[in-house]
């Protein structure tokens, strides 16, 4: 038997990229630069960047520019958003790229898993990164413990950086100072001094939002007419959607005011951040830039909000969804079991009708409601009956209704809001105090809450009676307006000044919404 000869071949350990087998006569090495602000110095130190990798691979006779990534103004603390920095990397996959060059780790990435997740998966590939700060090459035996530490120090930094910016932000907002994104913010932009200002085109939009929405249109109706229109959103889009609708009606800040910390930064690196619900304080601006909407209206559409959202009718008190598809929808009511009317077809002698009935009978049957069922031509007369006979009565009620009006008058509520707002001030003055101490202020913010829901509660008593006084008065007018006069069916006009309409065996009873009730 032969004797088996071995020979030992010695490696010859080679930086580059596995995923080519080829032998590569020069590495392609790339750069990889970022700056963290939008500043001009940073701007510059971003353009230095770019010329010095490029003339320091070019100098390298065994190098060959592989390209450089730039990412401009973004965050360290994650890459997910950092577009040129994924699409390096991508390339390296590919087998594009035989190493990296950067300035350093906080460069690179402030994130200790972040760094240690590419540095491993680049290794894998054969390709190293070299800092040139720290002198550190990641293919060196030493260099992944160096890489450990450094980028661990590279994250307390940036988590010391988040708690400035925290601690900085908590000042501004004890001192009131209110920060906006007017980008996408319709109704306002920023002057100079970085103060809200009102543009006047978007400022129609948003009052035309408030009218509609208070006059009965739904979420949705309101976003298609305003799409028939070509009218666009904050964000420049054709499509309005209800989300976007709520969200303008709800938003405090078109009546002059801001609350600050709606959401707060659960995690430092990944930038997630979450509705605040009591985790950390809130603080409430009120008059810090002009108003667009009154807040008596503000309030009354968050009360509409609140009545839409909170259908419960018939004897079960079963939820219904609104809807505003016709004006007498979900405001006209069932006498016996108090469910609403729902609009159908009834199909009589072979002919289609219109017809009203009560959903509790349609759904459960004659034996749970009785209730007639009425024809829409019956439904509208009677509608149209009060509305006429309200005009026939003329000088009359209009006296009515102006007694009304100097009754509500006297049950205003501003005293004790502006009582309730000096001991308010006073409190959240001692909060601050005993915040900046580092003591307990938990009672202290119970207090403060319980304040805010009693100024709330009166906020809204008198919002409701402010709108009940502005409804009289335009009903007053409405009056003068067509004293005399007989008014045919229309939706619009029943959305504006009717309240709701309860259905009997035997009659209606049509509820203005000054409070008028005529039987029909």
């Excluded at 009620?397 to 007694?403: A, F, G, N, T, Y």
């Excluded at 001030?425 to 005993?434: D, M, P, R, T, V």
């Excluded at 006009?493 to 000054?514: M, P």
């Amino acid at each position: 038997m032969a004797i088996r000869n071995v020979t030992v071949i010695p490696a010859r350990k080679r930086i580059g990229n596995s995923a080519k087998a080829e032998e590569l006569p020069k590495l392609r090495v790339a750069a990889y630069c970022r700056v963290s602000t939008d500043s001009e110095e940073q701007a510059t130190s971003y353009e230095a960047q770019i010329e010095h990798y490029t003339n320091y691979i070019k100098s390298n006779p065994e190098w060959e520019l592989a390209g450089i990534f730039a990412d401009e103004g973004i965050t360290g603390t994650n890459t997910k958003k950092r577009e040129e920095f994924n699409r390096m990397i991508e390339e390296c996959m590919q087998g594009k790229i035989d190493m990296i060059i950067t300035k350093s780790i906080s460069r690179f990435a402030r994130n200790t898993l972040d760094c240690l997740k590419y540095i491993r998966q680049l290794k894998e590939k054969n390709i190293p990164v070299y800092f040139e700060k720290e002198n550190i090459n990641t293919l060196d035996s030493k260099g992944e413990i160096l890489l450990t530490i450094m980028a661990s120090l590279a994250q307390q930094e940036s988590q010391s950086l988040s708690q400035n910016v925290k601690l900085g932000l908590q000042y501004r907002y004890q001192q009131g100072k209110v920060q906006v994104n007017h980008n996408r913010f319709m109704g306002y932009t920023k002057d100079e001094e970085g103060n809200l200002i009102i543009v006047p085109e978007e400022a129609e939009i948003i009052k035309r939002i408030y009218r509609e929405y208070l006059e009965g249109k739904s979420l949705v109706g309101i976003g298609r007419d305003l799409e028939k229109d070509g009218i666009l959103t904050a964000a420049g889009k054709p499509r309005w959607r209800p989300e976007t609708i709520k969200k303008i009606l709800l938003n405090e800040k078109y009546i002059g005011d801001a609350l600050l910390q709606k959401t707060f930064t659960v995690d430092f690196l990944t930038k997630k951040r979450v509705k605040n619900e009591g985790h950390v304080p809130q603080y409430y601006v009120e008059n810090s830039h002009e108003a667009i909407i009154p807040k008596e209206l503000f309030l009354q559409a968050q009360e509409e909000l609140h009545r839409r959202s909170n259908i419960y009718t018939g004897a079960d008190k079963n939820k219904r969804i609104y809807s505003s598809k016709y004006a007498l929808s979900t405001i006209t009511f069932c006498g016996d079991c108090g469910d609403i009317y729902r609009r159908v077809y009834w199909n009589i002698h072979g002919r289609k009708e219109f017809v009203w009935r009560c959903v509790t009978r349609i759904e459960q049957g004659p034996e749970v409601c009785k209730n007639r069922t009425v024809k829409e031509a019956e439904l509208y007369d009677a509608v149209m009956t009060a509305i006429n006979r309200l005009l026939a009565g003329g000088d009359n009620m209009i006296r009515i209704l102006e007694e009304n009006i100097h009754a509500i008058i006297g049950d205003t509520t501003e005293y004790k809001i502006s009582e309730i707002n000096t001991l308010l001030e006073e409190k959240q003055k001692e909060l601050i105090s005993l915040a900046n101490k580092g003591k307990d202020f938990e009672s202290l913010a119970d207090e403060i809450e319980e304040l805010r829901e009693k100024r709330q509660t009166l906020l809204v008593e008198d919002a409701s009676l402010s709108g009940e006084n502005e409804r009289i008065n335009e009903l007053i007018e409405f009056i003068r307006t067509n004293k005399y006069r007989t008014l045919l069916y229309d939706d619009t006009l029943v959305r504006k000044i009717i309240q709701n309409v309860t259905v009997y065996d035997d009659h209606f009873v049509i509820c203005f919404k000054s409070g008028i009730e005529i039987k029909v």
